[in-house]
């Protein structure tokens, strides 16, 4: 079965940035178009983002606040944050970019708080 580990997130101020690594363990991980999701308390999960496979380019859907980028040597997604507000405060996941999904890792939270 697939596995999808998310990690970096973190407490940051406003104005700061972040890293977020997500890991997935498919065989054929580089022909996969991956998407960064999140989720905030009592809202459903929402797509802000994903690359496509092969080389794919990478779209996201922050007005450029985010980047998303991929090693298919290493398996991972990384989504890089910059000038987080406290409205950026979630859980992040990442998945396929379409259904089906894979099995939903456990997520990383961000907080932007001061």
């Known amino acids: 079965q697939v596995r999808i580990v998310e990690f970096g997130g973190g407490l940051v101020e406003p104005g700061g940035s972040l890293r977020l690594s997500c890991t997935i363990s498919e065989e054929f991980f580089r022909t996969i178009p991956v998407a960064w999701y999140r989720r905030v308390p009592g809202n459903q999960r929402d797509k802000i983002g994903y690359i496509g496979g092969n080389g794919g380019d990478s779209v996201d859907f922050m007005n450029g606040r985010f980047t998303i980028s991929r090693d298919d040597a290493k398996n991972t997604v990384y989504l890089q944050m910059n000038n987080l507000k406290p409205e950026d405060t979630a859980v992040y996941y990442c998945?396929?970019?379409?259904?089906?999904?894979?099995?939903w890792g456990q997520g990383t939270q961000v907080t932007v708080s001061s």
């Open positions: 998945n396929k970019a379409n259904v089906p999904f894979y099995a």
